[in-house]
């Protein structure tokens, strides 16, 4: 079967870096996203990544490593924004995104 | 201007009724996606649509129906609602010809729920 695993919830300090990890078993990869989802808000896209590496936008950075099937998401220098849920999904060999349950992530002052 | 804009945002109604939601898209994209989010958070796609045509029809009951009347439009409608109903639904829009990677642009979303 189709699995994105990621930890349901996550806290972290204003200022600090976050690391949030998702492996995936899929039928086929054809790339990873990364979604931030506010409470009772749309998720809106972070990040993509098809190739093994490190992909970095500004304060956010995704990585991925398909021999693993592993991917994660790096948040520097904290904001009390970035108080959200940060999806996971991958996209199997039939182009359908897979999603996972989503990481809750506080951020304490 | 509002990318993908659904409507309405909350729905609550009685067991047994029949409800639409609407959903619009201004990106000039070929491909919308309806998805249901439960309590537990996770997405799970109902149906998708590229120009209109049907493409992915999950293993939703048939009480749901999706219409198209443009590529611009994909409707919801729900026929004899229940409670496991309940659930935001998200629309979603993707300029994407079949087989690629489109980013999926969403929709704020319609919390229904059902008495």
């Known amino acids: 079967g189709q699995n994105i695993d990621q930890p349901t919830e996550m806290t972290a300090t204003e200022g600090a870096i976050v690391q949030i990890n998702c492996t995936y078993q899929t039928s086929g990869f054809n790339g990873l996203f990364w979604y931030q989802q506010h409470a009772g808000e749309a998720p809106t896209f972070l990040s993509y990544?098809?190739l093994d590496g490190l992909e970095e936008k500004g304060r956010f950075s995704s990585f991925l490593s398909r021999s693993k099937g592993y991917s994660y998401l790096l948040l520097k220098e904290l904001q009390m924004k970035d108080s959200a849920s940060y999806l996971c999904?991958?996209?199997?060999?039939?182009?359908?995104?897979?999603w996972g349950a989503g990481t809750k992530l506080i951020i304490k002052p | 201007d509002t990318a993908v804009s659904q409507t309405p945002k909350y729905l609550v109604t009685q067991m047994g009724n029949d409800k639409s939601i609407k959903c619009e898209q201004n990106?000039?994209?070929?491909?919308m996606y309806w998805y249901k989010q439960d309590s537990k958070k996770f997405l799970k796609i109902m149906f998708s649509y590229n120009n209109k045509e049907l493409i992915i029809n999950e293993t939703v009951p048939n009480r749901f129906s999706p219409k198209s009347p443009d590529k611009a439009h994909l409707n919801l409608h729900i026929n004899s609602l229940e409670l496991g109903d309940s659930a935001v639904y998200f629309c979603a829009s993707s300029q994407e010809v079949r087989e690629t990677t489109d980013t999926q642009y969403f929709g704020p979303g319609t919390r229904l729920t059902v008495l």
């Open positions: 990106l000039g994209h070929d491909t």
């Open positions: 990544n098809v």
């Open positions: 999904a991958c996209m199997d060999s039939n182009y359908q995104l897979i």
